[in-house]
């Protein structure tokens, strides 16, 4: 053997034991209502699960789901303080002032973890790839110092969803609870499995794709570094958010922008100059593809009891890649 043998041997070697040292690390993460004290799961060896579940698992939701429930999963991590340079990277991404309080989807940055390591966990039934978001919502219900002690509960919901196209939607949630059990935060995020059959393609008059002639908007012109800098807060490095290249592997014409990003821009963008009311609340439908890099606009409508209904529009299509609404106060969390 050669010395170019000896040293692909010896690095194919190594390989294998960081994997195999990353898959012995992740065990104890991956069991059912595993409570770990003070920490997140950690990523890296959730990255490697999620890598093997691309080849073991279906990529769409088996159809006996359909007439079964899902695993009834969860992992909670208690003793969890804000991560303060994670937190001032996402305000500052997002455009959110510095404030005592975490902003309302900020939870869900630091919980990405927690849904990936249910995924990763053997009784999943499908391919980490093999869900697609395609709704969330989040509420706070009360104000979140940024130095408080939390709990952050994951647990995913048994009920499987039939949709008119022969897709399957499942539902995962994270909730956050003061140190007294008290609630605090909750959000839930609706996944969708596709099914095996072809789609006909969307129409240009299709609901939703006209941009609305709003009062209120925002414009914010977005580079394909956009991806990877959400990626670096929240941990989700799908390819398909990390680099042009990587995401026309996947039949993409560049990269895109993480969904929740839009939304929290949106959210800052909504409670700019606004006196902020408890409970808040956001949801969000993820219609296509926000394609990088683009300029967006942001428009919204308020309503009378402080909710407000927006839009966020693809310059270059014309086109709706979120809609939602957003209220705060009682009364508008209510109507949504």
């Not at 990763?120 to 391919?127: A, I, T």
């Not at 059959?197 to 414009?219: C, I, S, V």
């Not at 014409?253 to 700019?272: D, E, F, P, R």
Request: proline share 6%; hydrophobic share 40%; net charge positive.
């Amino acid at each position: 053997m050669g010395y170019i043998g000896t040293v692909t041997l010896y690095g194919s070697l190594l390989a294998l034991g960081y994997v195999f040292a990353l898959f012995k690390r992740g065990n104890a993460l991956l069991k059912n209502g595993v409570v770990l004290q003070g920490i997140l799961p950690a990523l890296k060896p959730l990255y490697a699960r999620a890598a093997l579940s691309m080849i073991l698992r279906p990529k769409t939701l088996p159809a006996s789901f359909l007439s079964r429930p899902l695993p009834s999963l969860s992992i909670t991590s208690k003793g969890i303080v804000a991560d303060v340079k994670t937190l001032t990277a996402y305000r500052k991404l997002c455009g959110l002032p510095d404030c005592s309080m975490l902003p309302l989807v900020y939870p869900t940055v630091e919980s990405f973890c927690m849904n990936l390591a249910c995924m990763c966990m053997p009784s999943f039934p499908v391919s980490v790839i093999g869900g697609v978001l395609c709704r969330y919502t989040a509420t706070m219900y009360k104000p979140i110092q940024q130095s408080e002690l939390l709990t952050y509960r994951q647990r995913l919901h048994p009920m499987v969803r039939q949709t008119s196209k022969g897709d399957t939607e499942f539902d995962m949630s994270v909730t956050v609870l003061a140190a007294s059990g008290e609630t605090l935060w909750e959000d839930t995020s609706t996944f969708l499995s596709f099914g095996n059959q072809k789609r006909a393609p969307r129409k240009h008059g299709d609901e939703g794709d006209a941009q609305p002639n709003w009062d209120h908007y925002a414009t914010w012109q977005l580079t394909t570094q956009a991806g990877p800098q959400f990626a670096a807060l929240n941990g989700d490095i799908n390819f398909i958010h990390l680099h042009p290249m990587l995401a026309r592997l996947f039949g993409f014409k560049s990269n895109i922008a993480h969904g929740t990003y839009l939304v929290s821009k949106a959210v800052a963008a909504m409670q700019h100059g606004a006196e902020l009311l408890y409970p808040q609340t956001v949801s969000a439908l993820f219609k296509r593809p926000a394609i990088l890099p683009d300029t967006f606009k942001c428009s919204w409508q308020q309503a009378s009891l402080g909710g407000s209904r927006f839009t966020i529009c693809s310059s270059s299509t014309g086109k709706a890649a979120i809609t939602g609404e957003y209220g705060h106060g009682k009364a508008a969390v209510a109507k949504i």
